[in-house]
């Protein structure tokens, strides 16, 4: 069995970027996201590698930008307002087709809001977060041994697909401590033969650019980008199931709500109620599939989340309307109870499907 050790969420994501290859991050410090920069800080230069705090959020996913046009596995990390000002920077890496990962620490909003947990980003993470036609990749740990597997995963498909990848934590998972395996292998690698390297005068020049003056050919470039965007859709989907082989009702959740979620299906089934959960890890590509087939076995599907009601929309797209959607959620900062979403089942339940 391989060893474990206690670490905080936010530490386990700077180890795992360390073991998983990574030699180059550029951030700023924001709670409660702030421990991923002290940690490198410290073990970077000690591996040889880059720790850099940059002047502003803005400067640091530039500095992302440069270093991802040279191939090098590379990160930065924030928490929500600090993604929102990295927001241009990322969308430059999709114009691009650069390799990355940004690590968002969610915290409540909108605004400044406050210091404490929050899924209120899915949005702006799975919807662009910048402008123009583009998509991330979206992974959703929900502990802190994910918060160090799907890092490695990350630079993976960022390296395959040549695009940004996005971690969406949250603050919960961010500074809660749990015991990890770091037996972590270094990340996979990908051609790299796009990259700005130097020529040596052996090659042609490479160039790295996201500016298309002519309509027809940035046309033609998003259509192929959203080709590759199929192919994700198809092969990387990532989702757990849980207790849906005989389900009337079905939860969908992420993060730390699907743990709290997962504690009230298993009371319900105590109390006899077929509940069960289906928990996407990838937020996009959403598993819509999954969500798709259970629509004929279930008469309600609920959204728990940490928000006003931000992925209810995609289960109701996922499911075509089939099925009505619930939504049991706490905002800015809270977190729903075990006992809050064991009511909704309850409630779901006894109206059986009529809302």
Same mark, same amino acid.
């Given at each position: /069995?391989?060893?474990?050790?206690? !670490?905080?969420?936010?530490?386990a994501?700077?180890?795992?970027?360390?073991?998983?290859g990574?030699?180059?991050?550029?951030?700023?410090?924001?709670?409660?996201?702030?421990? %991923?920069?002290?940690?490198l800080?410290?073990?970077?230069p000690?591996?040889?590698?880059? #720790?850099?705090?940059?002047?502003?959020?803005?400067?640091?996913?530039?500095?992302? $930008?440069?270093?991802?046009?040279?191939?090098?596995?590379?990160?930065?990390?924030?928490? @929500?307002?600090?993604?929102?000002?990295?927001?241009?920077?990322?969308? $430059?890496?999709a114009?691009?087709?650069? =390799?990355?990962? %940004? *690590? &968002?620490?969610?915290?409540?909003?909108?605004?400044?809001?406050g210091?404490?947990?929050?899924?209120?980003?899915? #949005?702006?993470?799975?919807?662009?977060?910048?402008?123009?036609?583009?998509?991330?990749?979206?992974?959703?740990? @929900? @502990? *802190?041994?994910?918060?160090?597997?799907?890092?490695?995963k990350?630079?993976?498909?960022?390296?395959?697909?040549?695009?940004?990848?996005?971690?969406l934590?949250?603050?919960?998972?961010?500074? !809660? /401590?749990?015991?990890?395996?770091?037996?972590?292998?270094?990340?996979?690698?990908?051609?790299?033969?796009?990259?700005?390297?130097?020529?040596? /005068?052996k090659?042609?020049?490479?160039?790295? &650019?996201?500016?298309?003056?002519?309509?027809?050919?940035?046309?033609?470039?998003?259509?192929?980008? #959203?080709?590759?965007? +199929?192919?994700?859709k198809? &092969?990387?989907?990532? $989702?757990?199931?849980?207790?849906?082989?005989?389900?009337?009702?079905? %939860?969908?959740?992420?993060?730390?709500?699907?743990?709290?979620?997962k504690?009230?299906?298993?009371?319900?089934?105590?109390?006899?109620?077929?509940?069960?959960?289906?928990?996407?890890?990838?937020?996009? =590509? #959403?598993?819509?599939?999954?969500? $798709?087939?259970?629509?004929d076995?279930?008469?309600?599907?609920? @959204?728990?989340?940490?928000? /006003?009601?931000?992925?209810?929309?995609?289960? +109701?797209?996922?499911?075509?309307?089939?099925?009505? *959607?619930?939504?049991?959620?706490?905002?800015?900062?809270?977190?729903?109870?075990?006992?809050?979403?064991?009511?909704?089942?309850?409630?779901?339940?006894? &109206?059986?499907?009529?809302?």
């Amino acid at each position: /069995m391989a060893k474990k050790v206690l !670490m905080k969420g936010n530490e386990a994501i700077a180890e795992a970027a360390i073991l998983a290859g990574c030699r180059h991050y550029f951030g700023y410090p924001i709670t409660p996201q702030t421990e %991923i920069a002290a940690y490198l800080s410290k073990r970077m230069p000690k591996i040889g590698g880059t #720790f850099l705090q940059a002047e502003s959020e803005i400067a640091a996913i530039n500095m992302v $930008y440069g270093v991802a046009a040279t191939g090098k596995p590379v990160m930065t990390s924030s928490s @929500s307002p600090g993604i929102s000002l990295k927001g241009e920077g990322i969308s $430059y890496l999709a114009g691009a087709d650069l =390799p990355a990962l %940004i *690590v &968002n620490v969610q915290r409540g909003g909108p605004g400044l809001g406050g210091i404490q947990p929050s899924q209120s980003d899915y #949005f702006q993470a799975t919807k662009g977060g910048g402008h123009g036609d583009y998509h991330m990749i979206v992974l959703a740990p @929900s @502990s *802190v041994q994910e918060m160090a597997s799907l890092t490695v995963k990350a630079f993976e498909l960022a390296g395959k697909y040549r695009m940004p990848v996005m971690m969406l934590a949250d603050g919960t998972l961010g500074q !809660m /401590m749990e015991p990890v395996s770091l037996d972590i292998k270094e990340a996979e690698k990908f051609d790299t033969s796009w990259a700005l390297t130097g020529t040596q /005068m052996k090659r042609k020049h490479n160039i790295v &650019n996201s500016l298309s003056l002519i309509p027809e050919e940035l046309e033609q470039l998003n259509f192929e980008r #959203f080709k590759k965007y +199929e192919i994700i859709k198809e &092969n990387e989907t990532m $989702y757990e199931e849980y207790l849906t082989e005989d389900a009337e009702i079905c %939860i969908v959740a992420f993060g730390i709500a699907a743990r709290v979620a997962k504690n009230a299906v298993n009371s319900a089934r105590e109390k006899g109620i077929k509940v069960g959960m289906i928990r996407p890890i990838t937020l996009w =590509p #959403f598993p819509k599939k999954p969500l $798709y087939d259970l629509s004929d076995k279930v008469h309600t599907f609920i @959204s728990v989340e940490l928000s /006003m009601g931000q992925m209810i929309e995609d289960v +109701e797209l996922a499911i075509r309307c089939k099925k009505p *959607v619930m939504l049991c959620n706490r905002a800015g900062g809270c977190i729903p109870s075990p006992e809050d979403v064991l009511a909704a089942i309850e409630k779901a339940n006894k &109206n059986g499907g009529a809302l």
